[in-house]
């Protein structure tokens, strides 16, 4: 059984840092594009940052909207990718979602609330 499980999300202050983490199980991990997509109320769901599998070395990317701020990283040994995030802003609060991505398979989380309020 194929299950993504994100932590790490809560209110945080502006400027302040959050790290959100996703565990996974049911299938290879380690093989699969990791990647974290958050929504914000009324909007459409937007890519945040991609990590790529062990077999292209675990490249990253970013949106152009949190890059310097945000980082990804994954633990194969642990199954679990994270993100780093920095210097929040409140354009950042949405709900946040692990995928991994194997070609044409995908698997989702059920979300992560992140809210950057004074």
Do not use: H
């Amino acid at each position: 059984q194929v299950q993504l499980v994100e932590s790490g999300g809560g209110l945080v202050q502006p400027g302040g840092s959050l790290r959100l983490s996703c565990a996974a199980s049911g299938f290879r991990f380690s093989s699969y594009a990791m990647s974290w997509y958050r929504q914000a109320p009324g909007e459409e769901r937007e890519l945040v940052a991609t990590i790529t599998g062990s077999s292209t070395g675990g490249s990253t990317n970013y949106a152009d909207s949190v890059k310097g701020r945000f980082t990804i990283s994954r633990d194969n040994a642990k199954k679990t990718v994270y993100l780093q995030m920095n210097s929040l802003k409140p354009e950042d609060t949405a709900v946040y979602y692990c995928n991994a991505q194997f070609g044409y398979l995908g698997y989702w989380g059920q979300g992560t609330q992140v809210t950057v309020s004074s």
